[in-house]
């Protein structure tokens, strides 16, 4: 009989996992529950403007971790108006959507040719019980099966209404898709942005690009915007290498190997330390950025970030993670995620003209007779409207699968995870229970996992772990 795999959610993270397990060779029953009528896009990557780009080059976008231009061959393939894209270009987030569509069905035709069964269910996932015989699954629309391995790539939630402003006039909850949720926004408005980083950013770009006039203020909390991504090329890693990371270490000692690697790379610690400085009033840092061009540091030190903290973070005891969140997770959260450099450019001239302000210190955001009304530490800012990007980053909030993730806790199939989402094992992403024992047939994969492996925002952790997880779900591995 072939293994049941049900994958809950049909975004990135379940494309890249189909992906995996065709490629792995296996026969399965596979079964995907998504609500959308399209597989792939997801949240990210939905159809939406041009002005909507995707954060990293094209030619490291990817479902397939082992092939970093899968993506780009692709696009330049199927869009005549792309044919030329380069593999350094931002491209619009929408064509990585319609890329992961596209090889969904084609994954799915080709598992069905060599033996699997597939089927699409266009529901939501309610429930999930395990019990010796598999896990029973339910869906909002009535029906039930049965699946001998599930994995939750449900997904990120929409923002959070921090300031409880959903029932004002002239606030807008979820800017996404962009196109279909500020196209009423006249352009002589002053607006309110909540949030600084990469979603606030595409707001800002979107009404910039579309000729708005009025002004634009950003706030929050600490008032930093993502850095601006340089091309240089990333120089091979000495210190933080698997051995040394194998072994933990705290984030005191993580901080000087980073310093290290700078320092054998040729780069200059004190002005890599300069730049990442976010205590910098934003304007003066992007029009230091905007000058300073490729900065050469740049691409070591996010490979070093990234690739240590993935490892790190399971092993570093949690007096440390606080430290670490209290002190470096929006400074990682600036670095990694840079914006790109035309972004940075159209930003910055309209925080030169005085158009675009960026706040920090945020108390509070009201409604009153005027419109807005936000004070700051340093003063008030008012506005006719409020958009709203502040991320939702616990990984448990998303609405969709409220009901399923209430249930699996509620029945002590699935715990909490202190900084987010749901426990998992690290090695193998298999769902803990209250007890902390790993469940056989439960899996998660993507930002439900993000207290486990802090950093699940990006194409290349998803791809990673869904390459390791394709082998858990392998019909070679029995239930444990
Ligand atoms: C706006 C945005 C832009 C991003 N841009 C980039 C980028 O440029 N580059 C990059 O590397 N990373 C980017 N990321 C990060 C990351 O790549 C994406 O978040 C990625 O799309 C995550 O995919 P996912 O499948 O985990 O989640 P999602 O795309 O959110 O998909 C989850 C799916 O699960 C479904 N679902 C949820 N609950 C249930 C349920 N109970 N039953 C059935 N279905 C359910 C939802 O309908 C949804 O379709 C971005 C993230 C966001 C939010």
Redesign the pocket.
């Known amino acids: 009989m072939k293994r049941a795999v049900c994958i809950?959610?049909?975004?990135?993270?379940?494309v890249s996992l189909l992906d995996a397990l065709q490629r792995h060779g296996d026969h399965y029953d596979v079964t995907i529950?998504?609500?959308?009528d399209t597989l792939g896009p997801?949240?990210?990557?939905q159809a939406d403007s041009d002005s909507a780009l995707?954060?990293?080059q094209a030619g490291r976008?990817s479902l397939r971790n082992s092939e970093p231009d899968h993506f780009i061959k692709w696009v330049r393939g199927h869009d005549e108006q792309f044919s030329t894209a380069e593999n350094s270009e931002f491209l619009p987030?929408r064509l990585f959507g319609q890329y992961l569509n596209f090889h969904a069905h084609r994954t799915l035709e080709s598992l069905r040719e060599s033996g699997s069964d597939v089927r699409i269910i266009r529901d939501?996932?309610?429930s999930a019980h395990e019990d010796f015989g598999g896990v029973w699954l339910g869906t909002a629309g009535g029906t039930t099966f049965r699946s001998d391995r599930v994995v939750l790539?449900?997904?990120?939630g929409g923002p959070v209404d921090a300031y409880e402003l959903a029932k004002q006039p002239g606030y807008v909850h979820d800017p996404?898709p962009l196109r279909d949720q500020l196209p009423d926004v006249a352009a002589d408005r002053d607006v309110l942005v909540l949030g600084t980083g990469?979603?606030a950013v595409d707001i800002a770009l979107y009404l910039l690009d579309r000729g708005h006039r009025g002004a634009i203020s950003m706030l929050s909390r600490r008032g930093v915007l993502p850095a601006v991504r340089s091309f240089a090329a990333a120089r091979p890693l000495r210190y933080l290498t698997g051995d040394a990371l194998a072994a933990g270490m705290s984030c005191g000692r993580l901080l000087r190997e980073l310093r290290n690697e700078l320092r054998a790379a040729g780069f200059d610690v004190a002005e890599a330390a300069r730049d990442l400085g976010v205590g910098e009033p934003a304007h003066q840092r992007l029009a230091r950025q905007v000058a300073a061009g490729d900065v050469p540091w740049q691409p070591t030190l996010i490979q070093a970030a990234m690739q240590s903290i993935e490892r790190l973070w399971p092993l570093l005891p949690a007096r440390e993670r606080d430290r670490f969140m209290r002190r470096w997770h929006h400074v990682f959260n600036s670095l990694v995620n840079p914006m790109p450099p035309r972004t940075a450019h159209r930003l910055l001239s309209a925080m030169d003209a005085g158009q675009l302000t960026v706040h920090s210190g945020v108390n509070s955001v009201v409604r009153d007779s005027d419109g807005f009304l936000a004070t700051t530490m340093s003063g008030q800012v008012r506005g006719d409207l409020v958009v709203n990007a502040i991320r939702e980053e616990t990984g448990i909030t998303?609405i969709?699968?409220t009901a399923?993730l209430d249930g699996l806790i509620g029945d002590g199939a699935a715990r909490v995870h202190p900084y987010g989402g749901i426990d998992v094992d690290p090695g193998t992403n298999a769902i803990l229970d209250r007890a902390g024992v790993p469940s056989s047939r439960l899996f998660a994969l993507?930002?439900l996992t993000c207290g486990v492996h802090y950093y699940t925002?990006?194409?290349?952790m998803?791809t990673r772990r869904a390459a390791m997880l394709a082998g858990e779900l392998s019909p070679a591995m029995a239930v444990r």
């Open positions: 809950v959610g049909g975004g990135a993270a379940a529950v998504e609500p959308a997801g949240r990210a990557y995707l954060n990293q976008m987030r939501v996932v309610t790539c449900t997904g990120t996404y990469l979603t998303n969709a699968s399923l993507g930002q925002s990006s194409m290349t998803i």
